[in-house]
């Protein structure tokens, strides 16, 4: 599913003054994509979910109490609760989803004010994704549970349940096909505000060079969550550490304490190597290289097509912190707030959260520029 | 921190290198207490030889703006801080010397005439007189 492939050009749309804002092609555009996204991605997931519901409830009385509520890997169910669970589960988990991924698209596509700094397209893949998503997930979430639902019907015992293989097999395979349906009976609309405010390169004769350094780094709120987790995952190693073993279950115990330390050690590898990113823009283009020397992530120059400041909001623009990659963008955001956001020559955009982003983006430009003659 | 060097030019290329690290300092995009980038990285960015970057960095840490140690790359001292208030008051006396119609240079050739002798190799006299009219 490659987005830039089916994105049409909502600039080559524009029609009004060449200034600020969406022209009326563009509300237009966006007025169709929303309305086939309502329907797609808000409306009929809530079907699925609520038809699911209704099944559940008419079944209610068939089912055994206590039911079924977990399945391990041994095949057969290995945990029981209220068959009411799966009412809650449907509300909460189906419902819920649904409308805060809604939430997500409707926030991420509301028309910018006149004058506004939003650079990113207010639809595009991205949402075009969230709702082909929406729909995969209801049809997931209602397979799987009215499949475990349906296995222990009119049973005494809910214990001699079968097993949910193939349960999971429709429930993902429906996820995967009604995710792919989803995506493709929606418009590739692109719908990118017409903000003139491209960065004035810097001046650069011939004989003169010239490379910006700069770093990615978290908000301070982002590295007390980040310290936070690490403290918990540490304490939770050294209580596995400490705890008194069993007679004979020294060897479980040695497992435990080796999962969490190397769960541990993974994930602080992780933030380590996706948290901070030493940034240089130089006449190759930019290059984004993690503190521990990897990964590291090229722009070439020669592919950059304009470049922007803008003010990045990482959650609702790129659906978290970190390095984010969505249909037709990648970001490296780790706070909110300037950075630079270049478009490729393909239309893909790539962000990046960094301080002084007047002067990188005015370099980035310049060396676009250069690379271009 | 933008560094940049005109290859034109007849000052040395290590010069203008430290040259463009004053100017980043003075501005504030790099203050006391943060590492320079390694000046490998320098050097790939402006396609120059690593050993004129460390030139360039060597040369800053005899004024005293840098301290450079092994392992620990090269971090701004607090002189960073001074030259940035000095760049304040450069800014504000070459805004002045502008509306009273005094040209650059001649303002230039003020500055490097008012230099009592005995404070002309303090690192911060040094800067302020280096400085080149260049944006």
């Known amino acids: ?373 | 921190m933008l560094l940049s060097v005109d290859t034109a030019s007849e000052r040395p290329i290590y010069e203008q290198i430290a040259d463009a690290v004053r100017r980043a300092v003075a501005r504030g995009e790099i203050l006391a207490g943060e590492k320079l980038p390694p000046a490998s990285e320098v050097a790939t960015g402006l396609d120059v030889n690593k050993h004129t970057v460390l030139r360039a960095y060597q040369t800053l840490r005899d004024e005293g703006l840098v301290d450079l140690r092994r392992g620990r790359g090269a971090v701004v001292t607090r002189i960073a801080t001074d030259v940035v208030e000095l760049h304040r008051d450069v800014e504000a006396l070459v805004a002045s010397a502008q509306s009273l119609g005094i040209s650059r240079q001649a303002l230039a050739s003020l500055v490097a005439g008012s230099v009592a002798p005995e404070v002309d190799l303090q690192p911060s006299a040094r800067l302020g007189a280096e400085k080149e009219p260049r944006e």
Do not use: C
Not at chain 1, 289 to 301: E, I, K, N, Y
């Open chain 1, 1 to 373: 599913m490659n987005a830039s492939t089916s994105q049409r050009d909502g600039r080559g749309d524009s029609d009004g003054p060449g200034g600020i804002g969406l022209t009326s092609a563009q509300r237009d555009d966006l007025a169709r994509a929303k309305r086939t996204g309502l329907w797609v991605g808000l409306l009929a997931p809530l079907v699925v979910i609520t038809a699911a519901l209704v099944l559940v409830l008419v079944w209610m009385p068939r089912m055994p109490n206590p039911a079924a509520t977990h399945w391990g890997g041994s095949g057969g169910p290995d945990g029981f609760g209220s068959p009411w669970s799966y009412v809650w589960l449907l509300a909460l988990v189906g419902y819920g989803i649904v409308l805060m991924m809604w939430g997500i698209v409707e926030f991420s596509s509301r028309t910018p004010p006149p004058a506004s700094e939003r650079v990113l397209p207010v639809w595009s893949g991205v949402q075009r994704f969230l709702v082909a998503f929406s729909l995969g997930y209801a049809a997931f979430l209602s397979a799987v549970l009215l499949g475990s639902v349906i296995v222990q019907l009119d049973l005494k015992d809910p214990a001699q349940a079968t097993g949910l293989g193939a349960t999971m097999s429709i429930g993902f395979g429906a996820w995967v096909f009604l995710t792919a349906t989803g995506w493709f009976v929606q418009p590739g609309i692109e719908v990118r505000p017409n903000v003139e405010r491209a960065v004035e390169p810097i001046l650069l004769s011939t004989t003169e060079r010239a490379v910006w350094f700069g770093v990615v780094r978290p908000s301070s709120t982002f590295i007390w969550i980040i310290l936070v987790v690490v403290v918990i995952m540490m304490g939770a190693w050294l209580l596995v550490f400490f705890m008194p073993a069993d007679e004979g279950d020294g060897m479980a115990k040695n497992i435990a304490t080796i999962a969490t330390g190397g769960v541990t050690l993974l994930i602080v590898l992780l933030l380590a190597m996706t948290t901070w990113f030493r940034v240089r823009i130089d006449a190759r283009g930019l290059e984004a290289r993690s503190a521990l020397g990897w990964p590291v992530f090229r722009l070439p120059a020669a592919d950059v097509q304009r470049v922007e400041t803008a003010q990045i909001n990482p959650l609702g623009e790129f659906g978290g912190w970190g390095l984010r990659w969505m249909p037709g963008r990648f970001g490296i955001v780790m706070r909110s707030g300037e950075g630079i956001i270049a478009t490729r020559s393909d239309g893909r955009i790539f962000a990046i959260t960094v301080d002084d982003s007047e002067a990188a983006a005015a370099v980035l430009a310049a060396v676009a520029k250069g690379a271009q003659k």
